[in-house]
């Protein structure tokens, strides 16, 4: 009898109606459309503009069609993971107020926060308790108001990022199909090349935080695009090889959607067809621990039982993976 594994039963995502658009950005900062689309592959970005609405508001859209699709009542939800930078407040966690928001009564969890690799980390995270039989149905989330934490006047960072959230319901699966592996990887001295400043700990919020600006995302852009390339290049190949997997053999490759030069670097790094790259950059911008699950929800219709499926991405931290799974419906 093949192990009990745990597989994505369903996938759902949220985008806020709000467009900002790369002819907005032009009337914001200095910069125009044909920059933007060339050196990003950027059209647009969803930005959530209701009043008093956070990240876990996006969460609970995608819950609420979770479970829809499941035909799973909330109080049969064991546990909620929330891949997120952004969360509604420093503490308590958003996981546990979207449990609220959603009426999961039997749901215990906590956020995870690893930037980009957000959604990566927490289906991991997730998997295992699935696959060590301590939770039968678990929500896993990735998702970010990058919004709150862009200063729309630096030009380097705001064309970049968008809002967005997605995520899947994980359930044991015994035909073989979900979580088959995976590698990550981080290097915290590589913290300062995208960060924010302050606002933690170690630099808690004063009057001095806010005016210097130290509150929004501080990236070095060209140190960060090299590492996510070597990184994603470097982990999607060692999956491969580990579960001797030919590049043939992978059905999609799911990249993380910062920058579409990164994604096209990563496909070319192992000469993988663009064609069977999952794309939403376009649309959406970097949503952050959002775009996976976005990628999935928005290519379901086109994904079949059995397909292989390599997830990549890179972020803040710095953190960093790959990982590989089966389609089980
Ligand atoms: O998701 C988490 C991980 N993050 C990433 O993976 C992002 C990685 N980095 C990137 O995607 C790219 O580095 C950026 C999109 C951030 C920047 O693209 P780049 O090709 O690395 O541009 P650059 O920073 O080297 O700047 C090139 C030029 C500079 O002008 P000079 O010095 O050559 O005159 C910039 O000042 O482009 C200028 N520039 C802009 N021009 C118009 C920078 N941003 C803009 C802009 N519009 N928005």
Redesign the pocket.
């Given at each position: 009898m093949p192990p009990i594994r745990a597989a994505i039963t369903a996938v759902a995502g949220h985008l806020p109606e709000g467009i900002l658009s790369n002819k907005d950005?032009e009337s914001m900062?200095?910069?125009?459309d044909e920059?933007?689309r060339s050196?990003?592959g950027i059209e647009q970005r969803h930005i959530l503009k209701t009043a008093n609405t956070g990240t876990s508001d996006m969460c609970v859209e995608v819950v609420k069609d979770l479970l829809a699709k499941s035909n799973t009542k909330p109080e049969e939800i064991d546990m909620i993971i929330c891949g997120t930078i952004t969360g509604d407040l420093v503490f308590p966690d958003t996981a546990n107020t979207i449990a609220d928001k959603c009426g999961l009564k039997n749901a215990f969890g906590y956020d995870i926060n690893a930037?980009?690799s957000g959604f990566l980390f927490s289906l991991t995270t997730g998997a295992q308790f699935v696959q060590t039989g301590f939770c039968k149905k678990v929500i896993v989330l990735g998702a970010d108001k990058m919004s709150s934490i862009i200063d729309y006047q630096d030009?380097?960072?705001?064309?970049?990022f968008g809002d967005g959230a997605g995520g899947v319901l994980l359930e044991p699966n015994e035909e073989g199909f979900g979580f088959m592996d995976a590698i990550h990887c981080g290097d915290g001295s590589g913290r300062e090349i995208?960060h924010m400043k302050a606002g933690g700990s170690l630099k808690p919020p004063t009057v001095d935080t806010v005016l210097a600006k130290e509150h929004f995302v501080y990236?070095e852009?060209?140190a960060?695009?090299k590492k996510?390339v070597n990184g994603m290049i470097d982990t999607t190949k060692r999956v491969l090889e580990r579960n001797n997997l030919k590049k043939e053999d992978i059905d999609w490759l799911v990249p993380?959607q910062?920058?579409m030069?990164?994604i096209q670097s990563v496909a070319s790094g192992f000469d993988f067809d663009m064609e069977k790259v999952m794309l939403t950059i376009a649309k959406t911008g970097?949503t952050?621990a959002g775009t996976l699950p976005i990628c999935l929800w928005k290519y379901e219709d086109k994904l079949k039982k059995g397909d292989k499926i390599m997830l990549t991405a890179?972020?803040?931290g710095l953190t960093w993976g790959s990982t590989y799974l089966t389609w089980a419906y």
């Open positions: 950005l900062v200095e910069t125009n920059w933007i050196r990003t930037a980009c030009r380097a960072t705001c064309v970049i995208l990236q852009g060209k960060v695009f996510a993380h910062a920058n030069r990164i970097n952050t890179f972020g803040g």
